[in-house]
């Protein structure tokens, strides 16, 4: 979705349609597991679908590429995360990649919160983004759910058009750095993720994050009252970075 974004935000600042050439190290098929219910090409085709102006890209996919280290035959191209034909952008440094849904999958909120924790991912993230224990999570599910919340807890694993359903109606998402972050940002959706990582806040720019166990479990107080000021922060620091998206892309 990075990647997406990038491309529709530069399609529009220029008023040019692009293709989006993803290059994939393994086949059409694969699956990091067996039980997995759909591969990432199938996730990414789905969620292209949802986005506004979706035909301004064209994605297309190279699958076994030669770009990757462990077979990089092309003399031509060296592997990095990301390339311009065009020039556009400098490999070794990011790209304006803000971008919003399409109007019409935008629906009213539930009293639900979304969560996902680095427990059930497909490997272990990084080492920044799981300085809480299962423990520090389980206490944070505990907090949010007494006032009567329904709560939604994702892995890696959910089918993608659930994921997307439920963040799609939920009040707020509080995660790890990672999995489903940009269907949030997309969405606009509040967001609280712990992170010292000043990446977060490129990949997510309405995220409220806590660079440390200690101010983490602060923040979330009892859950009640001591977490509804935090709350409002989130809301309305959401509303600004979602409203501003509406105004420039609808």
Same mark, same amino acid.
């Given at each position: ?6 491309c ?9 349609r692009v293709n /989006?050439?993803? !290059?994939?190290e393994?086949?059409?098929? %694969?699956? +990091?597991h067996?039980?997995? &219910?759909?591969?990432?090409?199938? $996730? ?11 035909d301004?890209? /064209?994605?297309? !996919?190279v699958?076994?590429?030669?770009l %990757?280290? +462990?077979g990089?035959?092309? &003399?031509?191209?060296?592997?990095? $995360? ?5 020039e556009a952008y ?11 849904f399409?109007?019409?999958? %935008?629906v009213?909120?539930?009293k639900k ?7 059930y991912?497909?490997e272990?993230?990084?080492l920044?983004?799981r300085?809480?224990?299962?423990d ?6 505990k ?5 009567g ?9 959910t089918?993608?058009r659930?994921?997307?359903k439920?963040i ?5 998402v509080?995660?790890y ?12 959706k509040?967001?609280?993720?712990p ?7 490129y ?17 979330f ?5 001591g ?19 509406k105004a420039?892309?609808?």
């Amino acid at each position: 979705m990075c990647a997406l974004n990038a491309c529709h935000n530069y399609s529009f600042e220029n008023k040019k349609r692009v293709n /989006l050439e993803m !290059h994939w190290e393994h086949g059409e098929d %694969f699956l +990091h597991h067996p039980d997995d &219910p759909e591969t990432i090409i199938q $996730r990414m085709e789905w969620l292209h679908d949802q986005y506004h102006l979706q035909d301004d890209v /064209l994605l297309t !996919h190279v699958y076994e590429s030669d770009l %990757f280290e +462990h077979g990089n035959v092309n &003399p031509n191209k060296k592997k990095a $995360r990301f390339y311009f034909d065009s020039e556009a952008y400098d490999p070794t440094g990011t790209v304006n990649n803000d971008w919003i849904f399409k109007p019409e999958v %935008f629906v009213p909120k539930r009293k639900k919160i979304v969560i996902w924790t680095p427990t059930y991912n497909s490997e272990p993230p990084r080492l920044w983004k799981r300085f809480l224990t299962n423990d520090d999570w389980h206490d944070i599910i505990k907090l949010l759910t007494w006032e009567g919340w329904i709560l939604v807890e994702l892995t890696y694993r959910t089918p993608v058009r659930d994921a997307f359903k439920q963040i799609q109606e939920a009040d707020f998402v509080v995660c790890y750095d990672g999995m489903w972050h940009y269907i949030v940002r997309n969405f606009g959706k509040p967001l609280f993720i712990p992170s010292w990582e000043g990446i977060t806040s490129y990949n997510t720019p309405q995220v409220i994050r806590k660079p440390n166990r200690h101010q983490t479990m602060e923040f979330f107080s009892d859950g009640g009252e001591g977490f509804t000021p935090n709350l409002t922060e989130m809301k309305v620091k959401a509303k600004q970075y979602i409203d501003i998206l509406k105004a420039r892309y609808w």
